[in-house]
């Protein structure tokens, strides 16, 4: 809830920013009804284009999962209320996570699985759901091969670039702190696996970022 504040002020400080609201599946617990109204509230706002980050994340197993599942699809109804894209944030969770999004209107949404970690074959369900498939720094790790083969699989109009900062920085800056500076590192992998430009590449994925938060 503090994070999902604190982003509210900055979008409402800078002109050039724009941002998402959700509660992060690690923050669930305390969670009533009256959240949600507080969240429709900020999401009325010009200058939040996304609900998110929501989810799962069964890393720690904590918040319960049941709790988190409550809450993750409570969520998904309030984007599919408002009509707002989401983005999702799926932590070992893979088949709970698939589940409920198909059960609460996943295929009638708009947004992105951030930081997609997951198989070809969970990518294949989220792309023929329409989705789109964050990928950022971990592409360019040498022990990534399974996300690899996701990119190579997934049509360049269905990826977002992302930073995921603070984490997750590309090689060559692995293990410092992640910044935008570095995409370039991760546009340069994508393009070398779909045998494109890295113009392309920046091209295509912005014009999805762009479509995706319907800021066209």
Request: charged letters at 30%; one cysteine or more.
């Amino acid at each position: 809830v503090a994070s999902t504040k604190k982003t509210f002020e900055i979008v409402k400080k800078y002109d050039f920013m724009y941002g998402a609201v959700g509660i992060h599946p690690e923050d669930v617990e305390r969670l009533d009804e009256s959240h949600m109204e507080w969240l429709k509230s900020l999401a009325a706002d010009k200058k939040i284009v996304a609900i998110g980050e929501i989810g799962l994340d069964y890393h720690y197993d904590e918040p319960e999962r049941e709790v988190q599942k409550k809450w993750f699809a409570r969520q998904l109804d309030l984007a599919y209320e408002l009509d707002m894209p989401i983005i999702i944030h799926s932590r070992d969770a893979a088949a709970d996570t698939l589940d409920i999004m198909k059960a609460h209107h996943g295929d009638e949404l708009n947004g992105v699985i951030h930081c997609f970690s997951y198989s070809k074959e969970i990518a294949r369900e989220y792309l023929n759901m329409g989705l789109y498939l964050g990928i950022g720094g971990v592409v360019t790790f040498k022990n990534s091969r399974k996300l690899k083969e996701v990119v190579e699989y997934t049509p360049l109009n269905q990826i977002l670039l992302e930073t995921d900062c603070p984490y997750m920085a590309p090689v060559p800056n692995r293990g410092k702190r992640n910044s935008s500076l570095y995409l370039p590192e991760v546009v340069k992998t994508i393009a070398e696996i779909k045998g494109v430009s890295c113009e392309e590449v920046v091209a295509v994925t912005e014009s999805n970022a762009v479509k995706v938060l319907g800021m066209m």
